[in-house]
C-alpha cells in the first residue's frame, strides 16, 4: 500500500496573537523563519488594530521574542509583554488554537502542492471566527485549573 505524503522543504510560518475575550486572530505569516523582526511586525500589527486600548501580551521563552529588539518595540507602542514559565504551553491559549488548526486541517490530508497547503492553512485561520467559533469558544476558554488548595505528600 502507498500513501501520499508531502514532500520538499518549503516551509509556512504563521505567528499569531489571539485576543483572549472575543478571541480574534491576528496573524503574520512567511515561507522563511520566524524570528524578532516578525514578532515587531505582529506588535505593529497589533497595535494598528487595537488603537489605544492598553496592550498586555502573553509569550512563550523563544529566544527571538525575549530580545531586545522586540523588548523595545513593545516599549515604543506601550505594549506590556508578559513571559510565560519555561516548558508550560498549557498556559498559552495560542498553543490550543494551533492544535485545532493542526487537528481541522493538516492531519490525515494530503495535498498536491505547496500554495493548496498554506491556501488551507489561511482559510483555516480566517474561519475562526466565523464557522469555527462555537467551538473555539469552549476551547479558549480561561478557565485553568489551580492547585491552590492541594497538599504536597512527600513520597
Not at 499569531?16 to 472575543?22: D, K, M, R, S
Not at 522563511?32 to 521563552?61: F, M, R
Request: charged letters at 20%.
Amino acid at each position: 500500500m502507498f500513501i501520499k505524503a508531502p514532500s520538499g522543504r518549503k516551509r509556512f510560518n504563521v505567528l499569531g496573537a489571539l485576543n483572549a475575550l472575543t478571541h480574534e486572530m491576528v496573524t503574520i505569516t512567511n515561507t522563511g523563519y520566524i524570528n524578532s523582526y516578525s514578532v515587531c511586525k505582529l506588535l505593529v500589527k497589533i497595535t494598528q488594530k487595537c488603537g489605544n486600548l492598553p496592550v498586555s501580551i502573553v509569550l512563550d521563552n523563544a529566544r527571538y521574542q525575549r530580545c531586545k529588539l522586540v523588548q523595545e518595540t513593545a516599549k515604543l507602542f506601550d505594549i506590556e509583554l508578559l513571559y510565560l514559565p519555561a516548558y508550560s504551553p498549557n498556559l498559552n491559549l495560542i498553543e490550543r488554537l494551533w492544535k485545532f488548526v493542526k487537528k481541522k486541517c493538516l492531519y490525515s490530508k494530503y495535498y498536491s502542492d505547496f500554495d493548496s497547503f498554506t491556501e488551507a492553512i489561511s482559510q483555516c485561520l480566517a474561519k475562526t471566527s466565523g464557522c469555527y467559533k462555537k467551538e473555539l469558544d469552549s476551547l479558549l476558554s480561561l478557565n485553568f485549573q489551580s492547585f491552590s488548595k492541594s497538599h504536597i505528600i512527600a513520597v
